[in-house]
Every structure is written in structure tokens, then in C-alpha cells.
């Protein structure tokens, strides 16, 4: 086992932990400052120097890292070793603007693995288990990110990459996977292929699932448990900081364990940047204080959770993340009121006649925002009669108005008729943006 694969980090006291991660910190700074032009100009420019820096109490003077900064620096500007020693690249999956890319050492593929190690480790896999990776394989860092994880462990890896579900359904029976890694969207595609395909939850031996990569509500957990007969966990991680593997849900389900010996996690308040306390919900902000190709520092996500230092009941002592809402940037303002699309889903998927498929329309018509919500009900909905079809739309209408304060027009559409995704999947079409 590696130096960094180390069990005894998500059981140790928070004084220690601060200790470990103050000295890494420590190095790290100094090792930016001398390498990243960028770094160092931006702590020049706010009057910082490396010998500023001695404890995780000094973290807040840095400045922030955005992901423009790594777009302006594009491709390759922020790496803080020479392009000889970085051994593969990945992309982040950003569909506006420029890519941010993203590189990775010897020593920081073998740092990943090992939290992607511990994260598996964390839920149950071991090396007896047949891990069927169907996260996309490419510049996307889930299908490696994974990869190299489960195989640390011994599993047996099934390296699948999205798309062609019907070949997923019949290698998930053939080959007898016990652990299926995709997002929670690509989960419930599957589970409708095996429908069509006549197959069973009783004819796979599946028992974990790994997913992430994208917002999901607890209602759309107990749908995927239930469709494919496993117990569903939540992995987090993005690109910048190093992939998947920054944390994981444990079987107590009460947050995700932060891999904090490698990430210092922060909660801020995105509109001013300033440092929450514990409990308080604002933006997840990482630094990564034992990368080598790319040490982001103070990084922000965008994505809004919150952070507890308790121990848990699994007797893990690691901070944890409270899973993540939705990101500030897929936060809709209609009519001045914050809507994140998960809360939605959350009120849809309370209805048992609701298939976990959905999309949200927002426009503009006459200066008023209006939002109307395309709803899949299954297959036995529309067999009944009309006035029981008008009591849903209206318990839909009433229920969502109710949870986020807006109205909304309802529209049910038939079993299927969604488009499906092999990945992240796309919840909403704001009109608003495309005049
Ligand atoms: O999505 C890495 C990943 C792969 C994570 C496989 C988990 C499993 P990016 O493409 O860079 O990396 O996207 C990162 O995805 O900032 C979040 O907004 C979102 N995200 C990732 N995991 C979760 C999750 C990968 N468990 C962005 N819950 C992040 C909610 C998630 N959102």
C-alpha cells in the first residue's frame, strides 16, 4: 500500500489532522509561490508571502483560485511542474467556453487512486467484488478516476464507459457485477433497459452503487435502490481538485467523508468570499495541499453544501460535506425567487404514478418569468381517466408552489419520452438565456 492510502487519516483527532494539514499546506504554498507565475502574482498582489502561511488558520489570507483563472491560463498555465513530468491529462466536461484542463503526476495518479481506494473502501467493495465502471471513459475523469481505484483493491474491473445500454444490461447479468459506477441519471436509463429487456434486479448480483457527478435528491437514491436492488452511495469529486475520490457517503448516510489529509474543504459566502462557520450552507471551496502538477489553491467549486467536524457513527473522524444541492450557477431566479432544480425533483419524486425523469422549462413571456415542468408518469397513468390525470397535474402544481413559493405549469408526458442521458444529465432548458 502507498504512503497517502492510509486508513488510520479518517480516524485520527481534529488537532492532528490540523497539524498534517498545516504542514502540507505550508509546503505546498511555497511550492506555487516558486513555480506558478500566476500564484505568485496573485499573492504578490495581495501583499502574501510563502512565510505568511504557517497554519490551516492562515488559509483564508490566499487568494481565491477560479475556474477562469484556469481557462486564461489555458492549457497548460497553472501546472507547477514541467509538462515532462505530468503524465495525463484530463478535461473537465464544462460545455461552455473553453475547456479547463487539468494534469496529473506519477505520484498524483497514485494519490488519486488511493482516495478513490479508501472511497470504495468506505462503502463496503473489496477485492471480491466485480466493479462494472461505467462512468465515461476519456478526458471526463470518472471511468479512470474509478478505474484505478477499484483495481487498487483487487476488485475485478469491468471498464464498460457509457453508452450502448443494452450491451451495460446484458454484461451487468453476464458478468455478474456486484458494484455498478455511473452517474444516478445513467443508473436509472439502465434500470429502464432491463425493463425492456425483460430483466430482472433478481437476476443481477449487484449490491453497491457508486454514483455521482451530478446533483441528486434522497427520493431519486430510493428509486435507484429500489430499480436495481443496491445500496446506493454518493461519491463527489471534480476535475480541478483531482477527480473522483474528494469524498464519499458512508453507510450511516449522514454526509460525505472528505479525503481531508489531501483537500482542505472551506465553506464560504459566495457573494462576499467570506469564511463560514461549521453548519452554515455557502460555496464548498478545496485547496489541495499534496498534488504536484496542479495544487489549486482556495479553489471554488460553485457547489453549495455545508461542513461538520463531528465525528461520525462509523467512527470515521474526517470532516464531512452535506451532499451537494445544486451549484450557484445552475441556481434559477425566477421571478427573484432561488429554485435549484433538486428541489423539484424532491416534490416530484414524493408522487408514485412520477417516473425519476423530468425537465424544467423556463422563459420569458410579457417580462414575467414562467417556468413549466415536464413531468414522465409511468405506464399505468395514462390508462386512467381524465379527471384523475387533471388531480395529479394539480397536486403537482399545488405541492411544487407550496415547496419553492413560485407557481408552475405542469405538462405530463408519457413513460420514455424524456430524453435519457449516459452522463450528466440536463435538467433544464432556460429559454431566458438563448434570446
Ligand atoms: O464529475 C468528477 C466525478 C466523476 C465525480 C464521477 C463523481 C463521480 P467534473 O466533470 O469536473 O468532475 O464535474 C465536477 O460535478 O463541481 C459538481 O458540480 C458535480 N458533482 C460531482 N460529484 C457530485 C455529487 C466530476 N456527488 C462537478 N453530487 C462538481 C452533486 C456532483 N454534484
Given at each position: 500500500m502507498s504512503k497517502y492510502c492510509n486508513r488510520e487519516m479518517d480516524r485520527i483527532s481534529r488537532d492532528e489532522l490540523r497539524k498534517i494539514q498545516g504542514e502540507r499546506l505550508k509546503a505546498t504554498v511555497k511550492r506555487v509561490y516558486k513555480n506558478v507565475p500566476y500564484y505568485a502574482n496573485k499573492m504578490k498582489e495581495k501583499g502574501?508571502?510563502?512565510?505568511?502561511?504557517?497554519?490551516?488558520?492562515?488559509?483564508?489570507k490566499l487568494p481565491f483560485t477560479y475556474k477562469d483563472d484556469l481557462r486564461d491560463n489555458?492549457?497548460?498555465?497553472?501546472?507547477?511542474?514541467?509538462?515532462?513530468?505530468?503524465v495525463r491529462v484530463h478535461a473537465s466536461s464544462?460545455?461552455?467556453g473553453k475547456q479547463t484542463v487539468v494534469g496529473y503526476t506519477a505520484n498524483d495518479l497514485e494519490l488519486w487512486a488511493d482516495c478513490v481506494a479508501r472511497c470504495l473502501r468506505t462503502v463496503g467493495?473489496?477485492?471480491?467484488d466485480i466493479v462494472h465502471v461505467a462512468y465515461g471513459y476519456?478526458?471526463?475523469?470518472g471511468g479512470l478516476g474509478i478505474h484505478y481505484g477499484a483495481e487498487k483493491i483487487g476488485a475485478t474491473v469491468i471498464?464498460?464507459?457509457?453508452?450502448n445500454t443494452s450491451r451495460q444490461v446484458r454484461l451487468l447479468k453476464d458478468f455478474g457485477a456486484t458494484v455498478l459506477c455511473c452517474t444516478p441519471s445513467y443508473a436509472l436509463f439502465i434500470a429502464d433497459e432491463m425493463k425492456s429487456a425483460g430483466i430482472?434486479?433478481?437476476?443481477l448480483k449487484l449490491r453497491i452503487g457508486i454514483f455521482g457527478a451530478e446533483p441528486w435528491t434522497d427520493e431519486m437514491k430510493a428509486q435507484i435502490e429500489e430499480k436495481l436492488g443496491l445500496k446506493a452511495y454518493d461519491i463527489y469529486g471534480l476535475s480541478e481538485i483531482v477527480?473522483?475520490?474528494?469524498s464519499i457517503s458512508c453507510p450511516e448516510q449522514k454526509g460525505l467523508h472528505i479525503c481531508a489529509d489531501h483537500f482542505i474543504a472551506e465553506i464560504i459566502?459566495?457573494?462576499?468570499?467570506e469564511v463560514l462557520p461549521e453548519g452554515r450552507e455557502g460555496e464548498l471551496v478545496f485547496t489541495c495541499?499534496?498534488?504536484?502538477?496542479l495544487p489549486l489553491i482556495?479553489?471554488?467549486?460553485r457547489d453549495i453544501s455545508r461542513l461538520t467536524f463531528e465525528p461520525c457513527s462509523c467512527g470515521r473522524t474526517s470532516p464531512r460535506m452535506e451532499k451537494?444541492?445544486?451549484r450557484s450557477d445552475d441556481m434559477l431566479i425566477i421571478r427573484g425567487v432561488n429554485v435549484f432544480p433538486s428541489q423539484i425533483e424532491s416534490v416530484l419524486l414524493?408522487?408514485?404514478?412520477?417516473?425519476p425523469h423530468y425537465m424544467i422549462i423556463v422563459d420569458r413571456v410579457n417580462n414575467l418569468d414562467v417556468m413549466e415542468v415536464h413531468v414522465e408518469m409511468n405506464?399505468?397513468?395514462?390508462?386512467?381517466?381524465v379527471s384523475s390525470i387533471e388531480a395529479v397535474e394539480r397536486k403537482l402544481r399545488h405541492d411544487i408552489e407550496s415547496t419553492i413559493g413560485i407557481s408552475a405549469r405542469i405538462k405530463l408526458v408519457e413513460n420514455r419520452s424524456i430524453q435519457r442521458s449516459e452522463g450528466k444529465a440536463r435538467?433544464?432548458?432556460?429559454k431566458r438565456k438563448l434570446y
Open positions: 502574501i508571502l510563502p512565510d505568511d502561511i504557517n497554519s490551516v488558520d492562515d488559509l483564508s489555458y492549457p497548460f498555465g497553472t501546472f507547477a511542474v514541467p509538462l515532462k513530468q505530468v464544462g460545455t461552455t467493495v473489496t477485492s471480491s476519456g478526458l471526463f475523469t471498464p464498460v464507459s457509457g453508452g430482472t434486479k433478481d437476476d477527480g473522483p475520490g474528494v459566502d459566495p457573494a462576499t468570499g495541499i499534496t498534488k504536484e502538477a482556495r479553489y471554488r467549486t451537494v444541492a445544486g414524493r408522487h408514485s404514478q412520477v417516473e405506464d399505468e397513468f395514462f390508462s386512467d381517466k435538467r433544464v432548458i432556460d
